[in-house]
């Protein structure tokens, strides 16, 4: 079944402790991307990357860190998390050669800084 | 940079009736604008897209339009029905083959409740 996978699905930590989201495709695609959903600000784009070993950033990148050292992966780390960084996360991949540029998105992390 | 704005950011109608989502976009570079529905504690699905040299698509109830010169595009679902009832996101992006970037900007987002 193609797919996007994410892990963990919900994280409750505290502020400063590092932590991986991790994120996962099988669909062979190029292209990914992770994204925050907060109420009334809608889905944004944190960071995004167009083949391995190249990322790039997206509309809110302060405070992640990102990498892609294989296609089917592209965790993100949170090197000192804060509470601002509460939020509901969504990791996508995406192959726009082939007329659409629809996001494949994962399940999503829920993720609480205390 | 890019900017979308959506409007409105809820929207109750009643079952058979049509409801209409607009958004407009800043940046003229934009050539690609998908619609998502998010359906409660789901991830979000894309439901129609279009491209800036197309004005309309349809897709059964639902049918996008664009103008590019006043930078605004609308999602028009007709005979609404209470499955519909979720959060619809519209986006823009410049879409390149040759892979230049990546970059997705969503709106804010609509609540649409279809009351049976």
């Known amino acids: 079944e193609a797919q996007v996978t994410q892990n963990p699905r919900y994280l409750i930590t505290v502020t400063g402790k590092k932590l991986t989201v991790t994120c996962s495709q099988n669909?062979?695609?190029?292209?990914m991307s992770w994204y925050r959903q907060d109420p009334g600000l809608g889905l944004r784009q944190i960071y995004y990357s167009m083949n391995v070993e190249v990322t790039d950033k997206g509309d809110v990148p302060e405070g992640y860190k990102v990498s892609r050292k294989e296609k089917r992966n592209f965790p993100l780390i949170l090197e000192s998390p804060s509470p601002n960084q509460t939020s509901l996360y969504f990791c996508?991949?995406?192959?726009?050669?082939?007329?659409?540029?629809?996001?494949?998105f994962g399940p999503g992390t829920r993720l609480t800084v205390l | 940079g890019e900017n979308v704005e959506q409007h409105p950011s809820t929207l109750s109608v009643q079952e058979g009736d049509s409801a209409v989502i607009k958004c407009t976009y800043s940046?003229?570079?934009?050539?690609?604008f998908p619609w998502y529905k998010q359906e409660l504690g789901k991830r979000p699905q894309l439901i129609i897209d279009?491209?800036?040299?197309?004005g309309e698509k349809k897709d059964q109830r639902i049918a996008v339009t664009l103008n590019k010169t006043a930078k605004h595009f609308s999602l028009h679902i007709t005979e609404t029905q209470p499955e519909d009832s979720a959060v619809y996101f519209c986006?823009?992006?410049?879409?390149?083959?040759?892979?230049?970037?990546?970059?997705?900007?969503f709106g804010t987002g609509t609540l649409l409740a279809v009351q049976p």
């Open positions: 940046d003229s570079a934009s050539n690609y």
């Open positions: 669909m062979n695609h190029e292209y």
């Open positions: 996508a991949s995406n192959e726009p050669g082939q007329g659409t540029n629809e996001q494949f």
């Open positions: 986006a823009a992006s410049t879409m390149n083959y040759g892979g230049a970037t990546n970059k997705l900007i």
């Open positions: 279009i491209r800036s040299n197309v």
